[in-house]
């Protein structure tokens, strides 16, 4: 196994251009054409971490928050994040990183902790706008189809809950083929019209190369024809935050008392309860705040996330309860997310947890 190979597994589950534009996922540290003898999924990528990955013969560390995030102009050890880097290349230990490209999915790290609460009918809070695009394609009546096909196996077609949607409309187009062309259909030097379709399909701005590729293999024609425009429209299935429905009400003390169990949190910092029933939550692993006003936009019942500021806390009103679970609590069943897709891809080779608890914030209680 190469280190690649299971690279390549978390960029389909989440693909880097997901990725905020402060953030550094992707491989850290380490080669991709190294052999693989194991992985080592943590939370956190620190100096503790990488010496057991040594341990365990696991030369890959999948962590979900990247150890370099800011750029290193030294690496003298001074601080955790040096220590951890001089120690990973010491020992030949792979760092690699996936971060909000996991929290932008909503099978990612969100998704994790609606797991965990049982919600239902679940959204994106702020789905990301202009990451649509539109290619549009012309094909041969009878080599249509071949050019749907490999547009939809290459990630086109995809909208909401619905998979391999196209618009199709058929008219005639003309070419002439010139000295040097190898035509599909028609002869050299004279006019041909063709009956075609056109075929337009929606796909991620990311997946842009793929799906031409995916085009120019299927197409019969030497020189295809295609338009690709940018799009508007937000993808709903990418972006910050989460919600979803509860399948029953619950009053505020005890759902509270729920997420606590579910959680399994030593303590909540909330804003005052009023006696509601709950039904609709949002969640946002990590820090959260930026969705405070998208969750009330919303009439969500609860808002659970992490690293509220004092004055932020106002914010809520008294028209929903935000909920304060800690930033490591939040985001621990990550490791979980990651592991299970490995070894669900990769049943027969050694994916282990790190038993290395990460979280620098303890609770005098």
Known sequence: MKIAEILHCLECLADPALQENYDNTGLLTGNPVWECPGVLVTLDATEEVVEEAAALNCNLIVAHHPIIFH???????RN???????SAIKKDIAIYAIHT?????????NGRMADRLGLVDRKIISPRPGSLRKIYTFAPLDYAEKVRAALFEAGAGHIGNYSETSFNSEGSGTYKAGSEASPFLGKKGERHTEKE???EVIFPSYLQQKVIKALLE???????????????NADQSVGSGLWGRLPEKMKEQAFLAFVRERFQLPLIRHTRLNDRAVENVALCGGAGSFLIFNALSLAVDFFITSDIKYHEFFEANDQMVIADIGHFESEQFTVELIHDKLREKFPNFAVLKSGVKTNPVHYYL
């Open 101 to 109: 490209n996991l929290d932008n999915i909503l099978a990612g790290v």
């Open 71 to 77: 750029g290193l102009k030294k690496i003298t050890g």
């Open 197 to 199: 379709t056109r075929v």
């Open 80 to 86: 955790y994040v040096e220590k951890t880097v001089i």
């Open 218 to 232: 299927a197409h019969p024609y030497e020189e295809v024809a295609y338009d690709v425009v940018s799009l508007g």
